[in-house]
């Protein structure tokens, strides 16, 4: 099985989430990531547990980090806007992701082959789908498997 698939069978089993953390950590090829000290690669490796405990208290939806919930998502509030096109981001980082497409910057490469994404989730969905074919969101009807949630539903 992939990299990915591994890592979360090793945080959907028993074993104390500290226990999960310290060998999954040890075991993973080095994250590109400089994280510094080992409670900010903790906080990291905890996004992958699928662990919420954070709600939202306008709408109920919840987040592993707790920050998420200052991001303006209901107020409308778009404080940062493209400087090439205009268009409004309710988050820096959104904005920073988006100004690469002005850019053609792609800073991602593929492992395998001369692909190159704008993003790294982008660059997953490419290993996914072309070179490992892991397809962990499947149709429970037909059983079509996709790469994302989102493409499974357009399926439906």
């Known amino acids: 099985p992939g990299v990915l698939l591994l890592h979360r069978q090793n945080y959907t089993s028993p074993e104390p989430p500290a226990h999960a953390l310290r060998r999954e950590a040890a075991r993973l090829p080095p994250l590109?990531?400089?994280?510094?000290?080992?409670?900010?690669?903790?906080?990291?490796?905890?996004?992958?547990?699928?662990?919420?405990?954070?709600?939202?208290?306008?709408?109920?939806?919840?987040?592993?980090?707790?920050?998420?919930?200052?991001?303006?998502?209901?107020?409308?509030?778009?404080?940062?806007?493209?400087?090439?096109?205009?268009?409004?981001?309710?988050?820096?980082?959104?904005?920073?992701?988006?100004?690469?497409?002005?850019?053609?910057?792609?800073?991602?490469?593929?492992?395998?082959?001369?692909?190159?994404s704008i993003q790294s989730s982008a660059l997953t969905l490419h290993i996914a789908s072309i070179h490992t074919r892991v397809y962990p969101h499947t149709c429970s009807i037909c059983g079509k498997g996709f790469n994302s949630p989102g493409e499974l539903r357009k399926h439906c």
């Open 32 to 116: 590109p990531e400089r994280f510094g000290r080992e409670d900010i690669l903790r906080r990291h490796l905890l996004l992958h547990t699928g662990r919420k405990e954070h709600a939202c208290a306008t709408c109920g939806k919840r987040f592993a980090r707790k920050f998420v919930l200052a991001e303006r998502v209901h107020s409308g509030e778009r404080p940062y806007r493209c400087p090439e096109c205009g268009k409004d981001f309710t988050q820096g980082g959104d904005l920073k992701k988006h100004l690469r497409l002005h850019a053609r910057q792609r800073p991602y490469p593929c492992p395998h082959c001369e692909h190159r």
